[in-house]
């Protein structure tokens, strides 16, 4: 039987592939975000800044980033 690559197509469940790769894309992102929240707060047990620096808002903001993303995920899991 010679291979029909439109029927393969219609069978193939593209839905669930790309909820898959977004899926996938979205929980790198947040493991990136993870990973940066902690590199700022090594950074700032490295190096000693002012009090009036605004690492601590940064280091602040990328945790709120974080959860932001996580929740993005958690969202796109359920709505998807």
């Known amino acids: 039987m010679p291979f029909d690559i439109v029927s393969f ?6 839905a669930l592939t790309m ?7 979205i929980g790198l992102y947040a ?9 700022i707060r090594s950074f700032n047990k ?3 800044l002012p009090p009036s ?7 602040v903001f990328a945790y709120i980033y974080f959860f932001v993303v996580l929740s993005l995920f958690f969202l796109a899991l ?3």
């Open 46 to 48: 490295i190096v000693f």
């Open 53 to 59: 620096s605004g690492a601590v808002f940064i280091q």
């Open 31 to 39: 493991i990136f975000s993870f990973m940066l929240s902690i590199k």
């Open 78 to 80: 359920v709505i998807v």
């Open 9 to 14: 197509t219609k069978s193939f469940p593209f």
């Open 19 to 25: 909820k898959i790769a977004l899926l996938t894309l």
